[in-house]
């Protein structure tokens, strides 16, 4: 996979080969890839368009999982950005919006309490947390976040 050729069709806002991967490989493959693309370790360069891509793919494919995807690419990944943090928890309650009661999505929401910057408050933890016990009564991580 040649990751400069992705970069280079972004930085000329030519979508094209992006969506074509979209459309052809499964989405786990094309969400790291993007996550490759928005953060180069090795150099500690960050491409914020990445996120403006995955904008646009919402406005065309609006669902959960491109949501999911967002809020780790914002709060994992390119969280050293100011208000990326916020962002990825907008990103994780719209996905739950769309797939409600999905262990993954709640996990990822509580994420948001549990980091130094807590923009998700105790009492919205400990609602998803219950919601999160009531799919898995063993979550380690919802257990963790009841007060």
Same mark, same amino acid.
């Given at each position: 996979?040649?990751?400069?050729?992705?970069?280079?069709?972004?930085?000329?806002?030519?979508?094209?080969?992006?969506?074509?991967?979209?459309?052809?490989?499964?989405?786990?493959?094309?969400?790291?890839?993007?996550?490759?693309?928005?953060?180069?370790?090795?150099?500690?360069?960050?491409?914020?368009?990445?996120?403006?891509?995955?904008?646009?793919?919402?406005?065309?494919? *609006?669902?959960?999982? &491109?949501? +999911?995807?967002?809020?780790?690419?914002?709060?994992? !990944? @390119? /969280?050293?950005? #100011?208000?990326?943090?916020?962002?990825?928890?907008?990103?994780?309650?719209?996905?739950?919006?769309?797939?409600?009661?999905?262990? *993954?999505?709640?996990? &990822?929401? +509580?994420?948001?309490?549990?980091?130094?910057?807590? !923009? @998700? /408050?105790?009492? #919205?933890?400990?609602?998803?947390?219950?919601?999160?016990?009531?799919?898995?009564?063993?979550?380690?991580?919802?257990?963790?976040?009841?007060?």
């Amino acid at each position: 996979m040649n990751l400069i050729f992705f970069k280079e069709s972004l930085e000329r806002l030519d979508f094209q080969p992006l969506d074509n991967l979209y459309k052809e490989r499964d989405f786990d493959f094309f969400e790291q890839v993007l996550y490759s693309l928005a953060f180069n370790p090795e150099s500690g360069e960050s491409n914020i368009f990445v996120y403006t891509y995955m904008l646009r793919l919402i406005n065309s494919h *609006n669902n959960w999982r &491109i949501h +999911l995807s967002i809020s780790r690419l914002m709060g994992v !990944i @390119l /969280n050293h950005l #100011d208000g990326a943090e916020l962002i990825g928890l907008y990103h994780a309650l719209e996905a739950n919006k769309l797939k409600p009661m999905d262990e *993954n999505i709640l996990e &990822i929401i +509580l994420y948001y309490n549990h980091i130094p910057e807590k !923009i @998700l /408050n105790d009492s #919205d933890a400990n609602i998803y947390s219950n919601q999160l016990l009531k799919i898995n009564p063993l979550n380690k991580i919802a257990r963790r976040d009841l007060y």
